[in-house]
């Protein structure tokens, strides 16, 4: 009888598959300290410049990861308060335009705005976006055209 039963199983196969399943499951379970693990990695090979300088000159590792740490922290606020009077300016004009365009602050109906758009006969236009150059307007205008017929 040499059935399915009194073969003999890939033993190495069986335990690779399990392997990798538990592996999986484990990195599933824990990916949060996986990630802190991985990032801490990263910033420690980031900083291996600056600890081989610093123990060059004989500055304690721990004393060169706090400099850096700083430099870091004054790098970032420093960038911060540069970029976010351009962000909030940038931001305000953003909503005063859109607020223009899509009609106030309730929800847009842009349902009439197509027949303005493309006009009820083919000659005729009653609005014109103001957001776009001319020329592209009249592009605009003749591929809505064209979508109607």
Known sequence: M???FHQRLPWPLV???LGVIAAVAFLIATWQLCLLAFTG???AAAMLPAARVGARYRVPRGVTVLVVYVAVAVMLV???R???PALTEQWTHGIHNLGGKVGGAGEPDLKPAIPKVMG???HHRTMRCQCVPPRLNTRILNVLRELRE
């Open 15 to 17: 335990f690779q598959v």
């Open 120 to 122: 009820p006969d083919k």
């Open 2 to 4: 040499t059935g399915l």
């Open 78 to 80: 420093l960038m911060g």
């Open 82 to 84: 540069l970029l976010w």
């Open 41 to 43: 990695l990263i910033l």
